[in-house]
């Protein structure tokens, strides 16, 4: 079955600072990568996801990359703010209708001011 | 649109007990899925339902079960409860209109088994 890998597992950065998570998976046959961030005592939110059709995409500060040939996504936030602090959490879909998400272990994201 | 809702929010078993735990998903959703959050395991994948059927499932004990009503709403049943099952339970559902669609969470189900 589908295996995901997340590093690294705690990050602090400044503020203003970026932040880069990866993830990789191994099932070749996944082809959906959504991101989730959860907020202490709340229920997990997707921030941005992608399918293995496209290699980029971007919201605003957040951005996500995929590389389908080394199995492994990352995603990038750029110019922090204290309110990003939050755990985050990669996946993969086990199944094509992406409702069968297997989850990375989580990073725990600080950012000082 | 109301969200995903669950209920109850919190519970307290003891160990050998049952609990069924319900899960209403967003109008029009026709998928739900269970997820089991820890501390030391993180968030791992229980089962999914689709159309009252049980499309997918992780290598669960059998003691998990799930059903899925001709509403959408879900129940998750946990057998013979042990310590170990003391966890958050969250469910999610999607509208799953033939393509991948995203996955909406519950606030959760808080289960603590003493």
């Known amino acids: 079955g589908e295996n995901v890998e997340q590093h690294p597992s705690t990050l602090s950065v400044q503020e203003g600072d970026s932040a880069v998570i990866k993830c990789t998976y191994s099932?070749?046959?996944?082809?959906?990568f959504p991101w989730y961030k959860q907020e202490l005592g709340k229920r997990p939110q997707l921030i941005i996801d992608?399918?293995?059709?496209?290699g980029e995409k971007k919201d605003q500060r957040i951005a996500v990359t995929l590389n389908k040939t080394a199995k492994h996504f990352s995603l990038h936030i750029t110019e922090t703010q204290p309110e990003d602090s939050a755990v985050y959490f990669c996946a993969a879909s086990m199944n094509q209708a992406g409702t069968a998400l297997i989850f990375g272990k989580g990073t725990t994201l600080s950012v000082s001011s | 649109k109301a969200g995903v809702t669950q209920t109850p929010r919190y519970l307290i078993k003891t160990r050998g007990q049952q609990v069924t735990l319900s899960c209403s998903p967003i109008s029009g959703h026709r998928s739900v899925s269970w997820y089991q959050q820890t501390p030391g395991q993180g968030l791992q994948f229980l089962f999914e339902y689709f159309s009252e059927t049980q499309r997918n499932k992780e290598n669960f004990p059998g003691r998990f079960s799930g059903r899925q009503f001709s509403n959408s709403r879900s129940e998750m049943n946990v057998s013979t409860l042990e310590l170990g099952d003391s966890a958050l339970y969250l469910c999610a559902s999607s509208l799953v209109r033939g393509s991948t669609d995203t996955q909406y969470f519950g606030p959760g189900t808080r289960l603590t088994v003493l």
């Open positions: 099932d070749s046959a996944s082809n959906y």
């Open positions: 992608i399918r293995s059709n496209v």
